[in-house]
């Protein structure tokens, strides 16, 4: 299994980010994948995760609203639409597949 963020980056209050994640070495559209994050100093949290089919969401509170994860079974990789981006989502941003397999994951950085 390998999983391969990208779209981090710098981006003022307000600002917009679309993270991607390449998934390989398994049958992508069979699994349940999610987003994770995590800041300086705190435990890694989870952020989203989207059925295998698309069809179903969940969304952390913090982030109900502004964020928007989605998926193309065709391409074998998901997405995190980021919106309104505050100071507080600055964090390191991992992706996770089946039997625990982790990303290297992807700085965002919320900052004027």
């Known amino acids: 299994v390998q999983l391969v963020e990208s779209g981090g980056g710098l981006v003022p209050p307000g600002g917009s980010l679309r993270l991607s994640c390449a998934a390989s070495?398994?049958?992508?559209?069979?699994?349940?994948m999610s987003w994770y994050r995590q800041a300086p100093g705190k435990e890694r949290e989870s952020v989203a995760s989207?059925?295998?089919?698309?069809?179903?969401?969940y969304y952390a509170d913090s982030v109900k609203g502004r964020f928007t994860i989605s998926r193309d079974n065709a391409k074998n990789t998901v997405y995190l639409q980021m919106s309104n981006l505050k100071s507080e989502d600055t964090a390191i941003y991992y992706c996770?597949?089946?039997?625990?397999?982790w990303g290297q994951g992807t700085q965002v950085t919320v900052s004027s």
């Open positions: 996770k597949g089946p039997r625990d397999a």
């Open positions: 989207i059925t295998s089919t698309g069809g179903g969401t």
């Open positions: 070495g398994f049958t992508f559209s069979n699994y349940v």
